[in-house]
């Protein structure tokens, strides 16, 4: 044994080998790598969805301006909402599919008379 061979203590050998320890610094890096890896790991993904989330709704966003001015100057067929549907399933790029696009059609004489409460969402999958 060390202690009996440098004449110290059992105890003196161990407050030694616990100081020597202390003062080691191998592998540091690889723990505290370890420890903020998997916060770093979320924090990217998170980033992505939420990127995905606001590209999902530009699309969308798009897809509606596109349909609207395609049918306010008369570059579809009439203003129904089957037409609508129709031309706005001509738009839609690739996050989207024509069978899970709702539209709600309305033709007012004028804007006052407008309804301009938000509409109600009803998905009705026979109608796809």
């Known amino acids: 044994m060390r ?3 440098k ?19 191998e592998g540091a890096s690889a723990v505290e790598f370890a420890i903020i890896s998997p916060l770093l790991i ?3 993904l998170a980033i992505m ?3 995905m989330i606001v590209f999902a709704n530009q699309a969308l966003e798009t897809i509606a301006v596109q349909t609207s001015r395609q049918v306010m100057t008369l570059q579809s ?3 129904t909402q089957a037409n609508f549907h ?3 399933c001509g738009n839609i790029v ?3 599919t024509c069978s899970g696009l709702m539209v709600d059609v ?6 006052s008379v407008a309804d301009t409460s938000t509409p109600t969402l009803t998905f009705d999958a026979s109608a796809t």
């Open 106 to 111: 309305q033709t007012f004489n004028s804007f």
């Open 86 to 88: 129709t031309t706005a």
């Open 49 to 51: 969805q939420v990127a």
């Open 7 to 25: 004449g110290s203590s059992p105890i003196e050998w161990l407050l030694s080998q616990m100081r020597r320890l202390a003062a080691c610094r």
């Open 3 to 5: 202690a009996a061979i």
């Open 42 to 44: 979320a924090l990217v």
């Open 94 to 96: 690739v996050l989207f």
């Open 77 to 79: 067929q009439g203003s």
